[in-house]
Nanobody, 118 residues
């Protein structure tokens, strides 16, 4: 079965850290660019971070730049998102996808909830 799973969400206090993983099954994630996205309550979904298939180029949304780091694991079938200095505005459901362009993504997984309390 071909699927992506988002793992690692949870609840932290402001200033804390979380690490999310996007894990592929049924296909090799290393053949795809991978994007992390999030949707906060009442807001539109937005791109958080993106990594190219070779792992050499990364990009970030302006609100997370300098705090979040996207990376590929050595086996190539997972993409992690290290999130530091979290604040309440980072609260939302986080999703990953095999594309970095939001408008090209038509199918989403369940996502993983991240809640940051003050």
């Amino acid at each position: 079965q071909v699927r992506l799973a988002e793992l690692g969400g949870g609840s932290v206090e402001t200033g804390g850290s979380l690490r999310l993983s996007c894990v592929a099954s049924g296909f090799y994630l290393g053949n795809w660019d991978v994007g992390w996205f999030r949707q906060a309550p009442g807001k539109a979904r937005e791109m958080v971070a993106c990594i190219t298939m070779n792992g050499k180029v990364t990009s970030y949304g302006w609100s997370v730049k300098g705090r979040f780091t996207i990376s590929r694991d050595k086996r190539g079938n997972a993409v992690d998102l290290q999130m530091n200095s979290l604040g309440p505005d980072d609260t939302g459901v986080y999703y990953c996808a095999t594309d970095c362009e939001l408008s090209r993504i038509y199918s989403w997984g369940q996502g993983t909830q991240v809640t940051v309390s003050q």
